[in-house]
């Protein structure tokens, strides 16, 4: 007699020992199921562990065989949108950090590279805050940026950074909403690291699951797992116990807003219940509704950001003596 497949079987992980990216520990506990509620690339569900030693969340088993599907060609980082209010204050606050920053770098003639940074909006906006910058770096594997970038004043390398020749060093380096996107985060981080000038700067932007939103739409696919892109994801300790095993030093950190998340968690409930609809053909990022919840919770973040955690940080790092 064939036995009977207990339907409680797919609810359990598909890999029964995953193993951190970070520290490489295998004592890590199931956290979430989330399925892709933006771009509906696919139906599948992926699941999220969190280590226990490190306190990092991952993605296991990563997708990394399918970057085709899972980044369809109407992915947001590919487009060319136009400015919304969110955009603006995005645009704002980025602006106001990169010229701090900035002032903490010595020099006549400095240079940046911006690591996944597409056609080099945020290189403009570092070369409009300081006249310092003369030479500028884009290091991305989207062949449509490419000339926009160019045109632009950018050099631009078609690669992933660890394939990227460190023939010089950068005084500024951007790793901006990169680096939860990548298999070995330590190795990004070792690898910007080694081509930052003794006196550098590097900066980070990623999201934080330590935040409110985070927590309530922990099971209900947060729009932060950004699922299944974001493959690993840190809170503001663990980052700085990742970037010291990079042999980085943090210099400081600070919480900014997370509007992006909350949009995509509620839209999501509203989707659900009927109210709105989305699609693979006119997925949830392109909704007339998302810059007004962005827009709302982007208020919302700023207002708390003094006194709660919110779920993006940006973190400001140095070479560290290991480097």
């Known amino acids: 007699m064939t036995p009977v497949a207990d339907p409680r ?14 520290c490489k520990s295998a004592e890590v506990q199931h956290w ?21 030693p490190c306190d990092v969340l991952f993605l296991s088993p990563l ?9 369809p060609s109407n992915y947001y980082a590919y487009a060319q949108s136009g400015r919304s209010f969110v955009q603006r204050v995005k645009s704002w606050l980025d602006q106001r950090g990169l010229r701090r920053i900035l002032r903490e770098i010595a020099g006549d003639r400095l240079s940046a590279l911006d690591i996944g940074g597409g056609t080099g909006e945020i290189l403009n906006q570092v070369r409009a805050v300081d006249s310092r910058v003369r030479f500028t770096q884009v290091v991305d594997l ?21 394939d990227f020749p460190a023939d010089r060093s950068f005084d500024l380096i951007l790793l901006l909403n990169l680096i939860e996107h990548v298999e070995d985060p330590i190795s990004v981080l070792r690898k910007a690291g080694s081509m930052l000038a003794p006196q550098g700067r590097m900066l980070v932007k990623t999201p934080n699951f330590d935040s409110l939103d985070a927590r309530l739409f922990r099971h209900r696919s947060w729009g932060g797992y950004h699922c299944p892109r974001h493959w690993t994801l840190f809170t503001a300790q663990s980052f ?73 940080i940006f973190v400001e790092l140095s070479r560290g003596p290991g480097l």
């Open 142 to 162: 989207d062949p449509k940026a490419e000339q926009i970038a160019l045109s632009r004043g950018h050099a631009y390398a078609r690669s992933r950074i660890e």
């Open 240 to 312: 700085e116990r990742a970037a010291s095993a990079a042999g980085l030093r943090v210099n400081r950190i600070s919480y900014t807003q997370g509007a992006p998340f909350w949009a995509i968690s509620i839209f999501e409930l509203l989707r659900k219940a009927g109210w709105v609809k989305a699609s693979a053909d006119a997925p949830a990022p392109f909704h007339p509704l998302i810059p007004v919840l962005q827009g709302v919770f982007a208020f919302l973040d700023l207002a708390r950001t003094p006194f709660s955690h919110t779920s993006q």
């Open 9 to 22: 079987d797919v609810l359990k992980p598909a890999l029964a020992s995953p193993v951190c990216p970070v």
């Open 63 to 71: 997708p990394a065989d399918r970057l085709s599907e899972i980044y």
């Open 32 to 52: 979430a199921r989330a399925k892709d509620v933006e771009y509906y690339t696919s139906a599948d569900w992926f699941d999220y562990f969190r280590c226990e």
